[in-house]
């Protein structure tokens, strides 16, 4: 079964974003290039770069044809509240400008409920004895705090998944991809607190950058090389984008001014396979109707009909 870690189902406007490429293996190639993606097409991207065919086609020229024998194993989505890009290495990430809205949904994998969910969790486990403390700079930041032990607390988080797949390295090496999707708003908090301009925010930036490359080598390894690990960087959301739902049990349709034609809806990429299916079984037992009633037709009742032959034998007895 597929892992899947989702903190946040988001569906929001985005304003002021980037998505980047930390690491990814060589059967998928991500070209250089200021093209801006659609955020609801994110789930697109992570889908064909693992093999996987979408509903719409992507004409997003940043992710290229690579090996399709040869596949990803995994794909690592870590969301970032609060900065529209982080100061990563230059060189070794891959960044492209990010629009619209994001969607991600997803369910999380049993093995993954021992992970700390509450504030008070979260509190407990940042103060055990192998927590990130002892190898994290906090620098301007406050163990005291909550803003600050919120933003510590989600680098834990990072580091607890890690270590807990090195532990359970099975559900990396099965034949089934698996998605990691994971919000992080932490860093958002502080700069509501502090100010972006001020020193602990930009100790946060730091620390956070440092805690991502480490996270992003970290599941990079466990699958052998074989997985991507992407980042999206999100200022703020708008939530006037938000998606709106509407009940089944409407019964009239809005009509849609912009088509006056009453054209028909458009097909999706399974109708080819759907025509293909019903008119060859059509063509099949059309010839076999055909062939069975020449055979028929054609019938020499003394030879070929078993209803004669055994009538005829049954006078002979009699």
Request: glycine fraction near 6%.
């Amino acid at each position: 079964m597929a892992v899947f870690v989702v903190l946040l189902a988001l569906v929001a406007g985005v304003l002021g974003n980037e998505f980047s490429i930390l690491r990814s293996p060589g059967s998928v190639v991500f070209r250089n290039g200021n093209w801006p993606i659609p955020g609801e097409r994110i789930p697109d991207v992570a889908a064909l770069s693992m093999g996987f065919s979408v509903k719409e086609d992507l004409s997003w020229p940043g992710l290229a044809v690579g090996n399709l024998f040869h596949r990803p194993r995994a794909t690592v989505m870590v969301m970032v509240k609060g900065v529209d890009k982080l100061a990563l290495p230059p060189g070794s990430v891959i960044s492209y400008p990010l629009e619209n809205r994001v969607y991600m949904v997803g369910k999380a994998n049993s093995v993954f409920e021992d992970l700390s969910v509450t504030l008070r969790q979260l509190r407990n486990r940042l103060f055990q004895e192998n927590s990130v403390f002892s190898s994290l700079p906090l620098n301007s930041l406050s163990r005291n705090n909550e803003v600050d032990l919120l933003f510590l607390s989600e680098l834990q988080v990072l580091h607890d998944i890690s270590s807990l797949l090195s532990r359970h390295k099975h559900l990396a090496k099965d034949h089934s991809p698996d998605l990691y999707s994971l919000e992080l708003a932490g860093l958002d908090e502080i700069g509501k607190r502090y100010g972006e301009d001020s020193e602990q925010f930009r100790d946060a930036s730091k620390i956070l950058v440092d805690a991502l490359q480490k996270f992003a080598d970290d599941m990079y390894n466990l699958y052998g090389g074989n997985a991507v690990v992407e980042l999206v960087t999100v200022k703020s959301f708008d939530t006037s984008l938000v998606r709106k739902t509407r009940t089944i049990l409407e019964a009239k349709q809005a009509k849609n001014p912009a088509s006056p034609y009453n054209l028909a809806y458009k097909y999706n990429f399974e109708y080819s396979v759907v025509f293909n299916m019903v008119l060859w079984i059509m063509i099949a037992l059309a010839l076999a109707v055909i062939i069975t009633s020449y055979n028929i037709w054609n019938m020499d009742p003394g030879y070929d009909s078993i209803i004669y032959r055994m009538t005829n034998q049954k006078i002979r007895m009699d």
